[in-house]
């Protein structure tokens, strides 16, 4: 296992929070930016919901593709809140509710580890990882190590 990053996902509102959303027990009523049926952060988003005791179908709002939509939706007022990335979000000038990080691996074979030496390699770059540590919600703790699974 090829251990990549760790982002943080959490719930986008507008600057000063209005409506006071602390978690995914406030989303029953709002009008809720998600991403669409099949992608992993609706999956998270419907996760989050269930174990807040709200149903997922109780929740409405647009479907859309990308993280970037979800937020453009919530700084345009067209949406309540939204689920997504911490990632670039300042810009916007949107506020962030923290809820959980998410691993980003790679599994792949042992013969395939010669191929993915470039990448490692990137990981360990310091310009690199300032890079990507400077977008803000990214952990590179483990970035680049590689684990093995046994079954």
Known sequence: MLHLWRREQGLLVPAGNPLGITGPGDLAG???ARREVG??????????LVASDVAP????GPELHSHLEIALAVAAGIADVGLGLRVGITELRLE?????????????GRAALGAVQPLV???HDPTVRDSILALGGYDLGRAGG???VHP
């Open 30 to 32: 709002r009008v809720v």
């Open 39 to 48: 992608a992993g952060t609706r999956v998270l988003l419907d996760q989050l």
């Open 96 to 108: 962030f509710v923290p809820l959980t990080w998410e691993s980003h691996d790679i599994a792949l």
């Open 57 to 60: 179908h109780d929740v409405a």
């Open 121 to 123: 390699a990137a990981l």
């Open 146 to 148: 590689v684990e093995a």
